[in-house]
């Protein structure tokens, strides 16, 4: 299995703030590397793809960036909407998901 | 844009079948894979399998062997199966689009419980 291991856990940021969560694959991934946003009792929302690639509709603050085995996920100012945690995805091997990282407003 | 709606029993038995049906609507099943996740309460999601539209499936092998899924192109449905569950079962069940989970339904919740 290909582990998928984020930080931090939680994250605690101003309205405005640029926030970075990390994940790294046990394994070479290359870039098959996804990331989702999930709000409270919601399903999971496909927001990057392929490492660095937003799905269509995604607000241009969310970015991201990596391959290989580190990645990085980027909020550029962060907005009362953007509540959430937030989860990283491998598909090459199986499928499997990071831990989260729950981002609340500081 | 697709949409998919998972329906079925919201409470199961231990050691009975959980049933599930995703209905997908605006598109055709037709052409594409289609997966059904899982996310227990307060913990990261987890893949149990997808399925081609063609009715060949792949099924996670930590289920050992409990899952079978189906497509009903007629119907532009697709289903799962569980058999035997566990109190380890409860979670929230969701369907979705693609192998990865392009987009996915809003989920249903199913308690293994007597």
């Known amino acids: 299995d290909t582990q998928m291991t984020q930080s931090p856990s939680s994250l605690s940021a101003s309205v405005g703030d640029r926030v970075t969560i990390t994940c790294q694959a046990s394994?070479?991934?290359?870039?098959?590397l996804n990331w989702y946003q999930q709000k409270p009792g919601k399903a999971p929302k496909l927001l990057i793809y392929?490492?660095?690639n937003s799905e269509a509709g995604v607000p241009s603050r969310f970015s991201g960036s990596g391959s290989g085995t580190d990645f990085t996920f980027t909020i550029n100012s962060l907005q009362p909407e953007d509540i959430a945690t937030y989860y990283c995805q491998q598909y090459i091997n199986d499928v499997t998901f990071g831990q989260g990282t729950k981002l609340e407003i500081k | 844009q697709v949409q998919l709606q998972e329906s079925g029993p919201g409470l199961v038995k231990p050691s009975e079948t959980l049933s599930l049906t995703c209905t997908v609507s605006g598109g055709s099943i037709s052409g594409s894979f289609w997966s059904w996740f899982r996310q227990p309460p307060g913990k990261r999601p987890e893949r149990l399998g997808y399925i081609y539209y063609t009715g060949s499936a792949t099924y996670s092998p930590s289920l050992g062997g409990r899952v079978t899924m189906s497509v009903d192109t007629s119907s532009n449905q697709f289903s799962l199966k569980l058999r035997s569950v566990t109190a380890a079962d409860t979670a929230v069940y969701y369907c979705?689009?693609?192998?990865?989970?392009?987009?996915w339904g809003q989920g249903t919740l199913v308690t293994v419980s007597s």
């Open positions: 979705a689009r693609d192998t990865f989970g392009k987009s």
């Open positions: 392929d490492a660095s």
């Open positions: 394994q070479d991934i290359s870039i098959y």
